[in-house]
T-cell receptor
Framework: NAGVTQTPKFRVLKTGQSMTLLCAQD?????MYWYRQDPGMGLRLIHY???????AKGEVPDGYNVSRLKKQNFLLGLESAAPSQTSVYFC?????????FGQGTRLTVV | ELKVEQNPLFLSMQEGKNYTIYCNYS?????LYWYRQDPGKSLESLFV?????AVKQEGRLMASLDTKARLSTLHITAAVHDLSATYFC???????????FGAGTRLTVKP
């Protein structure tokens, strides 16, 4: 089992560029999450999904969009990247108990 | 809105000593989680606490939950260097599964 896989693992973007982060899980989990982790701030919830075709906003949704067209995939999009979006992004999935996390994507916006 | 507060944020311990990390949350919750993160790594689940009075133990770590006080504790017994990591608590509500994290406690265990 691969668990939760995030691609890419590293990325450098220029301000104003767009990109999509992919999260894939092979555990048939209903719930999926996108978090960002910044020093001293723990993990902050960007968006989450409670099932295929559904998404909801978390604590810090501005500047991000998500889609869950297939149960196993949860995509995070940045339409116009800003330096404030420099962070480590974690995807997670769960079946209503503990969450399983991907290895993270380190994104730098210059 | 659900808020989660941990303290302390930084903890330096001597090997062999005991200490407790505290996690407070602001609204009624169904589930409380503890995770561990090593530097540069992902998060690993330690405990899931589902009911008032729940206590779980794994090795030198013991977690408990008091839903009336909206408080969870992570107790470390006879700390060893391998426990050095950042520990996060997280809280979720059953109706929407929105899971929110505390800021984390960076634990350093010194010989």
């Amino acid at each position: 089992n691969a668990g939760v896989t995030q691609t890419p693992k590293f990325r450098v973007l220029k301000t104003g560029q767009s990109m999509t982060l992919l999260c894939a899980q092979d555990m048939n989990h209903e719930y999926m999450y996108w978090y960002r982790q910044d020093p001293g701030m723990g993990l902050r919830l960007i968006h989450y999904s409670v099932g295929e075709g559904t998404t909801a906003k978390g604590e810090v949704p501005d500047g991000y969009n998500v889609s869950r067209l297939k149960k196993q995939n949860f995509l995070l999009g940045l339409e116009s990247a800003a330096p404030s979006q420099t962070s480590v992004y974690f995807c997670a999935s769960s079946l209503n108990t503990e969450a399983f996390f991907g290895q993270g994507t380190r994104l730098t916006v210059v | 809105e659900l808020k989660v507060e941990q303290n302390p944020l930084f903890l330096s311990m001597q090997e062999g000593k005991n200490y407790t990390i505290y996690c407070n949350y602001s609204t009624t919750s169904d589930r409380l989680y503890w995770y561990r993160q090593d530097p540069g790594k992902s998060l690993e689940s330690l405990f899931v606490l589902l009911s008032n009075g729940a206590v779980k133990q794994e090795g030198r770590l013991m977690a408990s939950l008091d839903t009336k006080a909206r408080l969870s504790t992570l107790h470390i017994t006879a700390a060893v260097h391998d426990l050095s990591a950042t520990y996060f608590c997280a809280v979720a509500q059953y109706n929407n599964n929105d899971m929110r994290f505390g800021a984390g406690t960076r634990l350093t265990v010194k010989p």
